[in-house]
């Protein structure tokens, strides 16, 4: 089985890779450098990509492009197209395409929703998911542009009203164990919000806190003037500690924690290959429909992620 694994030798990519193969899977890293790539391929040529497809049981984008013709052409040959996007307009384009996909992949979405959907099924919403990243964390440039290409930008509440990204603080009690303090978090879309809203007919609403208060504050500040982005420095000071957490509205909490958000959403995505694989899949598809975070705890914990309650 050949998975094709775009920008496979990038930030998330590389660990996608590493993890297939050492699980047995023939992961091939595409992408534009002939020295890296084992598949050399410009995602622009749309033909080329077809071709690549060849023998593929599965696609994986981390390249950071967001181009649904890709999605739309590996599905139609029946080719599940797996996508570590957070972009909610994006992945709501994902849900439309005729074939299989997997939706939601990765560390936010990926395991917080795991993490918020294992919440609900024992307990009412609302629900609050808070996600904790690294601001020393060297995350690859899609990354980077994708965080600061939410400045300045809207999206709809449960409730109706508009929130503009990195706005609303709200102050969340973490675990000892997940090595962040106590500290506020901002309003910020990602994508699984609105799908887990919608399923569940309660208002889950996602946080976004850095490790690092100063970090935090200046994205606070840099959405009310996206211009001043050019004065942002490009690597903050902190660690490379994350922790994602999924409260209901009566204190019931499941959450996990660890080093390197890129490995943590590789190893998420791997899982979500071998699932997607597994289920002969044939629409598109979110990752809490093929797999639950009991299933994952095993593989979490051997890649010194703590799990918790």
């Not at 593929?56 to 040959?77: F, M, Q, W």
């Not at 939410?150 to 969340?172: A, E, W």
Request: with cysteine; net charge neutral.
């Amino acid at each position: 089985m050949n998975v094709l694994v775009l920008g496979g030798y990038g930030a998330v990519g590389g660990h996608v890779v590493l993890l297939l193969r050492a699980n047995g899977i023939a992961a091939l890293a595409a992408g534009r450098d002939p020295v890296r790539a084992d598949v050399t391929l410009d995602l622009s040529d749309l033909d080329s990509f077809t071709a690549a497809l060849n023998d593929v049981a599965a696609v994986v984008n981390c390249a950071g492009t967001e181009n649904i013709r890709l999605a739309e052409a590996s599905a139609a040959r029946g080719i599940p197209f797996l996508d570590i996007s957070a972009t909610s307009e994006y992945v709501q384009n994902l849900e439309e395409i005729a074939g299989p996909a997997v939706l939601g992949v990765g560390l936010a979405p990926g395991l917080t929703t795991l993490l918020a959907v294992d919440v609900l099924s024992t307990h009412p919403g609302p629900l609050d998911i808070v996600i904790g990243l690294g601001s020393g964390e060297r995350h690859g440039a899609a990354a980077t542009a994708w965080t600061y290409g939410l400045l300045g930008q809207h999206f709809p509440d449960p409730d109706g009203s508009s929130v503009r990204n990195f706005t609303r603080p709200q102050r969340f009690e973490t675990p000892k164990e997940s090595g962040y303090k106590p500290a506020p978090a901002l309003r910020t879309d990602f994508a699984d919000q609105h799908r887990l809203t919608r399923e569940f007919g309660v208002p889950v609403r996602t946080y976004l806190r850095m490790d690092t208060r100063l970090a935090t504050t200046g994205l606070g500040l840099l959405t009310r003037a996206p211009a001043l982005q050019a004065l942002a420095p490009k690597h903050m000071p902190g660690s490379d500690k994350w922790m994602v957490l999924a409260r209901s509205s009566n204190g019931s909490s499941r959450w996990a924690a660890g080093r390197g958000q890129s490995v943590a959403t590789a190893v998420v995505t791997a899982a979500a290959v071998r699932a997607a694989v597994d289920r002969n899949l044939t629409v598109p598809t979110w990752i809490h429909e093929i797999l639950r975070i009991d299933d994952l705890t095993d593989t979490l914990r051997a890649n010194a992620i703590t799990l918790g309650r």
